[in-house]
């Protein structure tokens, strides 16, 4: 079994945020593999499906962005699984916007919600990292993250999460190389 987390914040008023698009993701995925209903669990919610042959649990953190690890760590103690069988969806500053990278291990590059997840379970978890592009100053990047996205990414956006969900059974299986790359050239179409 894997665990693939969403990093974001709950409630509507965050839906559409940059910072919310490990949700978006998880929220694409579930639909687009016929994942079942949504349960709350783990101070979050999730939803039990496959990809490819893979069993994959779902989960949507419902404790904020900075305390995301909380949520990550109930759920990975009661499955007992090694942080091996952890995927973390978040949005990444460093990465253009729409260019997906897998990462094991790293840093938390200020990521709060990285951060909550290296503290309680530490940081050798896999990272599909989301570009969001960064705003250019150090002090635009709070209003920047926390942000919708413009309308005039819209299109963009919709064709990533459909990517990386028609991609995900690569990421299931442990092809991270040919996850990315089968992504960037849907992303090019």
Do not use: C
């Not at 729409?98 to 200020?110: E, H, I, L, R």
């Not at 209003?143 to 956006?157: F, I, R, S, T, W």
């Amino acid at each position: 079994m894997q665990i693939w987390t969403g990093l974001g914040n709950p409630g509507p008023k965050y839906a559409l945020h940059r910072h919310n698009v490990g949700f978006m993701a998880l929220d694409v995925l579930a639909e687009m593999h016929g994942f079942g209903p949504v349960q709350k669990k783990f101070s979050g919610w999730v939803q039990e499906g496959r990809i490819g042959r893979e069993k994959v649990l779902l989960l949507k953190p419902a404790t904020f962005m900075n305390e995301s690890g909380r949520s990550v760590g109930e759920a990975m103690r009661f499955y007992k699984l090694d942080l091996d069988a952890l995927t973390v969806f978040h949005d990444e500053l460093d990465l253009a916007p729409f260019k997906v990278k897998v990462k094991q291990g790293g840093g938390t590059a200020g990521h709060n919600g990285l951060r909550s997840i290296d503290r309680h379970l530490g940081p050798d978890f896999r990272r599909v990292r989301i570009g969001i592009g960064h705003p250019g100053h150090k002090d635009r990047v709070s209003g920047y993250v926390l942000g919708n996205y413009a309308k005039a990414e819209q299109d963009d956006l919709v064709a990533m999460l459909g990517a990386i969900g028609a991609e995900a059974e690569w990421l299931a299986s442990g092809d991270d190389p040919r996850f990315m790359s089968d992504v960037a050239l849907r992303m090019q179409k």
